[in-house]
């Protein structure tokens, strides 16, 4: 536990060798220059292979919960490179019942300029979830002041129709790869709703009235379970500003029942919970 | 002569309250519009976004969720997390532009025939002002129409 890359390097050999986890994820250089993915570690040989810089901005607590890996996991534990948002995915996929948070021991990292590959590193104390409870804890007291948010103000300014054409016109751009669905640690569902065709509920093909439905349905099951990784939206090969609607359902569960998505292991999902005196302004 | 535009209301309905609500509505003969097309389930709990976006795909102008006030539910908390749900899901729709004035929620009673009969008029008055949900239909055609080359 330590709070320099050297250091984490060193635990990271230091796990491998005593055999207390059977891989760690971290990120590597990418096919081009400017870019990073996502790698996986089994022999201390492997070590060298890593990096960790500004470039490295995937959540990459999805791997946490996909099946292929978890096989290979082999009753040890894991240890992942997360910034603050993936340690809030584990925290989700703990509460959600998916993962055992005592197998995750976290290399915790922030970057300055998240993006930039000049940018400063710092590393966070602490390998369990438990021990990210103040600094979550503080993200939630920061709420969302960002530049999405001024969109979504502006957004909300317009009437009904001109948003609802701005959204046509992004999400026409959809090809339905279902690439925001692979990246988010959120969706492990096996069997998506986008699946099932008996009854059909959303259409499966890449036209305006099933992209919208698409969109709209995988916002909705994010709300309350995004942590703004922004997984999706770097994924997105159309360009599509995933994060706004994201956002602006994350501010909706705050603002109504002061709910922020991944503050511990233990927390209910919000939409399985109910609170006597819920807010119900808009109920006749 | 052309006829006055009719709104399509669907309403999904839990068992206990508000369908009991609806018939006694109709077993009073209280008049109420005939643009209602109720689809009735044991609780609100049990609907699910789906079905709204079922309407509206198949053509609604409006859509109207009632169910058991808060504290009567027959299954208990159906009706609190359904509160949960729509608060939610109504803000999302809203956002992307399928406007709070198609989408009402209610809480009626089985005893109260007259606030159920009441809220299908209110309902139906205000859509023929909004008109059709155009810009939702337009989606419908685009896809149901044969291609023009």
Known sequence: MGNTLEEHIKRTRQLLECGEVAMVIGYER??????????????????ERMVLDGLCCE??????????????????????????????????????????????????????????????????????????????????????????????????MMSAEERFAFWREQFSRCVKCYACRQVCPMCYCRRCIVDCNQPQWINASAHDLGNLEWNLVRAFHLAGRCVGCGNCERACPAGIPLMLLNQRMAQE???????????????????????????????? | MTKEFEPKIVAFVCTYCTYAGADLAGTSRLKYAPNVRIVKLPCTGRISPMFILKA??????????????????????????????????????????????????????????????????????????????????????????????
């Open chain 1, 30 to 47: 990418g096919s081009v220059e400017n870019r990073r993915r996502a790698t996986f570690v089994k022999e201390v040989s492997e070590l």
């Open chain 1, 253 to 284: 569960v705050l603002k109504e029942f002061n709910h922020f998505a991944g503050e511990s292991s233990t927390q209910l999902p919000v939409l399985a919970d109910f609170k006597k005196d819920d807010p119900e302004t808009f109920i006749l």
């Open chain 1, 59 to 156: 959540n990459l607590a999805n791997y946490l919960v996909r099946e292929e890996l978890l096989r290979s996991f082999d009753g040890k534990k894991v240890a992942i490179f997360l910034t603050t948002a993936g340690v809030r995915s584990v925290n989700i996929l703990a509460a959600e019942g998916q993962i055992n948070p005592d197998c995750v021991i976290i290399l915790g990292f922030e970057a300055e300029k998240p993006g930039e590959l000049d940018s400063a590193i710092k590393m966070l104390d602490g390998e369990h979830v438990d021990h990210y409870a103040d600094s979550i804890q503080q993200l939630k007291s920061r709420g969302f002041v960002n530049d999405r948010a001024q969109v979504i103000v502006k957004l909300e």
């Open chain 2, 56 to 149: 509206l795909q198949k053509g609604a102008d409006g859509v109207l969720i009632s169910g058991c006030h808060p504290g009567d539910c027959h299954f208990t908390s159906g009706n609190l997390h359904a509160r949960r749900r729509w608060t939610v899901f109504r803000s999302l729709l809203n956002f992307v532009g399928i406007p709070d004035e198609r989408i009402w929620v209610s809480w009626i009673s089985a005893a109260e025939g007259n606030k159920f009969a009441e809220i299908i008029n209110e309902m139906t008055e205000k859509l023929k002002t909004l008109g059709p949900f155009e810009p939702y239909k337009t989606l419908i055609r685009d896809i149901e129409s044969p291609a023009e080359i």
